[in-house]
């Protein structure tokens, strides 16, 4: 059966045009893919139309019926045209309950009205809806499905006559063991370890495993003449027409809705998992639910047993490489043809052998990646619910299990919060509303009395209640000495509520700024990685002495979380930046804001005007910070970052620095910067201020200077490394590459 993944596509398909089967339909096409295709497919639905319809105790014409009827007529009307519909194997306990209770013909009455409710569903365009459910519960629903298969026929292979239900089934067992028919158990073992073991002949595993289980098992049965029970075809093919149940008005509605809505489950998840595999045209499911419901009520009229799409046979039929309905239809007509010619053959298949292929694919129904995979999205209780609940108690009972613990989760997702308290520091994050506020009033009334608190919401939705009982609390500590401070970090629910005017509906989180995560965390795996969520703005923080305090505090409070995870993998595995940053130390310009990098991303050196003396300089600073970046950290680029404004390049101008300072010391660096400064500069700079002319000449001449140095000369002839040069207009907050050659600007992005 189809993954989650499968079941979400859905969605995408409801949604296209809905074009046409587009699949061109010549001779040629037909003739190469599809008729080799629906061979292959005959092979298949012989033992497996058999096998389904002896593990219900239906007749077994019954599923060679659904197997005609699913092919030729579902097949040239579906929506899918590469989907193969027939006996439905997630049918089997609800179809073996339905017999046990009413008999066949009143089973075949259920088939058709739920063909009826089927054409209902698809011309109403509710298709969507039913692929609402969990696939948790889904999953869950085809393993108990499974398991109660394997379980029943289990007993068939020991020789027994399968019950119809696993309670039942079971305690069935330790007689079928004591008495074995060893002529049984051999067939079914023989068909078993075939389809178990088939897919190992690489030469061979084109033929269907199927086929040469029940084929090979028949053979030993016959070959050795072992006394087994063998198929039992009627002696003549007259049809077993419906017939009202003899029940309660409800218990027929029931059955009938079971019926329709498990075959359309299993049809639907099935097209869209098949779509999956192959590049023709999609699956419209709308059209395809009426056709599943128009088989089903030929099936039921003519005494078939109920017709779902099934992903097994789906599957094998692009592989085999069809291309149009066509082969679909060729398979059910090859079915009729072999039936009605081949009957005294198929009579030599032992019933084990039958029950074996079913077993094994009752097993394969349960899927352990499956099981890991909602394990990981936190779902597995619900897949283990229903699947029990269907084993134990029927395929409804289970499902209304599943359904309702999946709701109860989803409830409690929905209005969870969290609650922490820390000192005075009260933070409560989630959605807040009266099924969560006890959990707070009763942290709230713990608090110590005469304290200031601090009431930290990050919530995406506050009803009346949560508000009232904040509010209640509130004026109760205020009223006894303590105060109360309310910091909404991502909305102001609370401070609207207080003025009359509540949010209604829940508020989704903003853009959120990317300045805590290193690249590696958010660049080249798109939607691979979810950001940790921060502020949007700002906290009022109050008078304070020391705003770097105030700073380290609000850090250490809301910053550090989200940062300590990165921190903590470079303390452990040590720095390893991608570029030696060389900027200026203007406080408007901030690195790793404007490249959006993290920790461990970049090894900065700032200075006054981002300048790299020349390496025969007696400044040896700049230079020790360069060898060390190349030759010990191999960055692969080296940037300098110059800056509109600056404060150097202003004081180069005007000689403001004073005579023998320690800046005028520094400046003589830029010397040779004012020189190219008086060389023509490149187009798109001249509407700029003189400073900021000189500004993108020193950037360019930084980066000469850097060629100076040996290591850095020998790394950019062996291609190892990269110099860039990068302009920063404070007032637009724009970055720009400096081109060294021609002194000129270009702009890394079109302006928003």
């Known amino acids: 059966m189809p993954s989650s993944q499968e079941r979400d596509s859905a969605v995408n398909h409801l949604h296209r045009s809905n074009a046409a089967d587009h699949t061109p339909h010549g001779p040629p096409v037909v003739l190469r893919n599809d008729l080799p295709a629906s061979l292959v497919l005959f092979l298949i639905s012989i033992p497996l139309s058999l096998g389904i319809a002896h593990a219900t105790g239906a007749p077994l014409m019954a599923g060679i019926i659904s197997a005609v009827v699913g092919g030729v007529v579902v097949g040239a009307i579906s929506g899918a045209p590469l989907q193969i519909s027939g006996p439905g194997t997630g049918l089997v306990v609800i179809v073996a309950g339905l017999v046990a209770q009413f008999g066949w013909a009143a089973t075949a009455a259920i088939t058709l009205a739920a063909g009826v409710v089927q054409?209902?569903?698809?011309?109403?365009?509710?298709?969507?809806?039913?692929?609402?459910?969990?696939?948790?519960?889904?999953?869950?629903?085809?393993?108990?499905?499974?398991?109660?298969?394997?379980?029943?026929?289990?007993?068939?292979?020991?020789?027994?006559?399968?019950?119809?239900?696993?309670?039942?089934?079971?305690?069935?067992?330790?007689?079928?063991?004591?008495?074995?028919?060893?002529?049984?158990?051999?067939?079914?073992?023989?068909?078993?370890?075939?389809?178990?073991?088939?897919?190992?002949?690489?030469?061979?595993?084109?033929?269907?495993?199927?086929?040469?289980?029940?084929?090979?098992?028949?053979?030993?049965?016959?070959?050795?003449?072992?006394?087994?029970?063998?198929?039992?075809?009627?002696?003549?093919?007259?049809?077993?027409?419906?017939?009202?149940?003899?029940?309660?008005?409800?218990?027929?509605?029931?059955?009938?809705?079971?019926?329709?809505?498990?075959?359309?489950?299993?049809?639907?998840?099935?097209?869209?998992?098949?779509?999956?595999?192959?590049?023709?045209?999609?699956?419209?499911?709308?059209?395809?639910?009426?056709?599943?419901?128009?088989?089903?009520?030929?099936?039921?009229?003519?005494?078939?047993?109920?017709?779902?799409?099934?992903?097994?046979?789906?599957?094998?039929?692009?592989?085999?490489?069809?291309?149009?309905?066509?082969?679909?239809?060729?398979?059910?007509?090859?079915?009729?043809?072999?039936?009605?010619?081949?009957?005294?053959?198929?009579?030599?298949?032992?019933?084990?052998?039958?029950?074996?292929?079913?077993?094994?694919?009752?097993?394969?129904?349960?899927?352990?990646?499956?099981m890991r995979t909602l394990w990981q999205h936190g779902e597995l209780l619900v897949y283990a619910a229903t699947a029990g609940g269907v084993v134990l108690f029927g395929l409804l009972e289970g499902v209304a299990v599943g359904v309702g613990i999946a709701l109860v989760r989803a409830l409690y997702r929905l209005t969870h919060c969290s609650v922490r308290v820390e000192g005075d520091l009260v933070c409560v994050r989630g959605t807040l509303v009266f099924l969560g506020v006890g959990r707070l009033v009763r942290e709230l009334r713990r608090l110590p009395l005469g304290r200031t608190v601090v009431l930290e919401l990050h919530i995406d939705y506050l009803d009346h209640a949560s508000y009232e009982a904040i509010n209640d609390w509130r004026e109760g500590y205020e009223r006894l000495g303590g105060r109360v401070r309310v910091d909404e970090v991502h909305d102001t629910w609370y401070d609207r509520a207080s003025r009359g005017k509540p949010g209604r509906c829940k508020t989704l989180p903003g853009p959120l700024p990317r300045w805590f995560a290193p690249w590696s965390h958010w660049q080249g795996t798109p939607g691979a990685v979810t950001l940790p969520a921060q502020r949007s703005s700002a906290e009022q923080a109050g008078p304070a002495s020391d705003p770097m305090l105030l700073g380290m505090h609000e850090f250490e409070r809301r910053s550090a979380p989200l940062v300590r995870p990165f921190l903590q993998e470079l303390a452990t595995h040590g720095q390893r930046p991608r570029q030696l940053f060389i900027t200026c130390a203007d406080s408007r310009l901030v690195p790793n804001l404007i490249t959006t990098s993290g920790p461990g991303d970049l090894f900065c050196v700032r200075n006054i005007g981002n300048l790299v003396p020349m390496s025969s300089a007696d400044d040896r600073s700049v230079g020790a910070a360069v060898e060390y970046a190349v030759e010990i950290l191999n960055v692969s680029t080296i940037v300098v970052c110059g800056h509109s404004d600056c404060g150097a390049m202003k004081a180069l101008v005007q000689g403001s620095a004073g005579r023998g300072s320690h800046l005028r010391s520094w400046l003589r660096n830029a010397d040779p910067s004012l020189i190219r400064f008086h060389a023509p500069m490149s187009a798109g700079c001249e509407h700029l201020p003189v400073t900021d002319r000189l500004a993108v000449a020193n950037v360019a001449q930084q980066l000469d200077n850097l060629l100076g140095y040996p290591c850095v000369r020998e790394a950019v002839t062996a291609g190892a490394l990269t110099l860039k040069g990068l302009y920063f207009d404070i007032s637009d907050a724009r970055v720009y590459l400096v081109d060294p050659d021609r002194n000129g600007l270009e702009p890394v992005s079109s302006p928003a």
């Open 119 to 370: 054409l209902a569903l698809g011309l109403t365009g509710i298709s969507r809806l039913v692929l609402s459910l969990s696939p948790a519960v889904v999953h869950g629903m085809l393993a108990g499905i499974g398991v109660s298969i394997a379980v029943g026929q289990l007993v068939v292979v020991l020789g027994g006559a399968a019950a119809p239900t696993v309670p039942a089934n079971l305690a069935l067992l330790p007689d079928a063991l004591a008495a074995g028919e060893l002529g049984s158990i051999a067939a079914g073992a023989v068909a078993i370890a075939i389809l178990l073991l088939w897919h190992r002949v690489p030469r061979v595993s084109v033929v269907p495993a199927p086929l040469v289980a029940v084929a090979a098992a028949t053979a030993l049965a016959y070959f050795l003449r072992v006394d087994v029970a063998r198929v039992d075809l009627p002696d003549s093919h007259a049809l077993v027409f419906p017939q009202m149940p003899q029940a309660a008005t409800g218990t027929v509605l029931t059955a009938v809705v079971t019926v329709a809505l498990v075959a359309s489950m299993e049809s639907l998840l099935s097209a869209v998992a098949t779509d999956r595999l192959h590049d023709g045209p999609r699956a419209r499911l709308d059209r395809e639910l009426v056709a599943q419901g128009t088989g089903n009520v030929l099936a039921g009229a003519l005494g078939g047993f109920p017709i779902s799409g099934g992903l097994a046979r789906s599957s094998t039929n692009v592989a085999a490489g069809a291309k149009t309905r066509y082969a679909a239809v060729f398979q059910g007509a090859w079915t009729a043809v072999a039936v009605l010619a081949f009957a005294p053959a198929l009579e030599l298949i032992p019933l084990s052998a039958l029950a074996g292929v079913l077993l094994v694919i009752g097993l394969r129904l349960v899927s352990v990646s499956r």
